[in-house]
């Protein structure tokens, strides 16, 4: 049972556009929404991370936008650059077991130049 | 952030051997640590919860005779893939959590490679 739902699982943009990325969750308890970018061979490095008493969190290009009614959260890439190319993965916490994620199952971003 | 220093990044064994992946939090304690598998392409899974003191919290489908975890100290966390097998390569990941359980630290992942 997939815990949190992403999509899409690839996205092709064009250096300079938006990227986005769509993810869901059921569980009402998790309370922290992180987002992971994962180059090849290396482990997922934190992105950017939001809490539900918020609706926005930006961090220069990255933005984070979560709707808590609609239990959907999704994070934003202006200007994409070829460097942001990676798979990234959206996770959720939080619940009995503290500090254990739920992933997405990923996306993984190509920016043409 | 809290770092967490994962051993080795690399490692390749033949079949039949055992392997000794070592996961630490260097500058702050964790009780609990968690160990995730990927696949390529493919998400983390959740092989087990590490708790300190105790025996692991094994996911469904994870045979806990075949990767053995132990947490002896408060900042020390080993899996032992036992017996491993091709089907067994895959990314190993741990990660541990911040003191109110609000974050997750990853270690740099170790690539296990069976021939």
């Known amino acids: 049972q997939q815990q949190v739902k992403q999509s899409p699982q690839s996205l092709i943009v064009q250096k300079g556009g938006i990227s986005i990325i769509n993810c869901a969750y059921e569980?009402?308890?998790?309370?922290?929404f992180p987002w992971y970018q994962q180059f090849p061979g290396k482990g997922p490095a934190l992105l950017i991370a939001i809490r539900p008493d918020v609706s926005e969190k930006k961090e220069g290009r990255f933005t984070i936008s979560f709707n808590k009614s609609a239990k959907q959260f999704s994070l934003h890439i202006m200007d994409s650059q070829p460097g942001d190319s990676a798979t990234y993965f959206c996770?959720?916490?939080?619940?009995?077991?503290?500090?254990?994620?739920?992933f997405g199952r990923g996306t993984q971003l190509t920016v043409w130049p | 952030g809290a770092v967490v220093s994962q051993h080795p990044s690399w490692v390749i064994c033949k079949s039949g051997t055992s392997v000794k992946i070592e996961c630490r939090s260097l500058d702050f304690q964790a009780t609990t640590m968690f160990w995730y598998r990927q696949f390529p392409k493919q998400s983390l899974m959740l092989m087990a919860t590490?708790?300190?003191?105790?025996?692991?919290?094994?996911e469904q489908g994870v045979e806990k005779d075949k990767f053995l975890i132990n947490h002896a100290s408060l900042t020390l966390s080993t899996l032992t893939v036992t017996s491993a097998h091709p089907e067994d390569s895959s990314f190993y990941i741990c990660s541990a959590p911040s003191d109110w359980g609000t974050e997750a630290f990853f270690g740099q992942g170790t690539r296990l490679t069976v021939v």
């Open positions: 569980n009402t308890a998790f309370d922290y």
């Open positions: 996770a959720a916490m939080g619940g009995s077991t503290l500090g254990r994620l739920y």
């Open positions: 590490s708790n300190e003191g105790s025996k692991a919290t094994y």
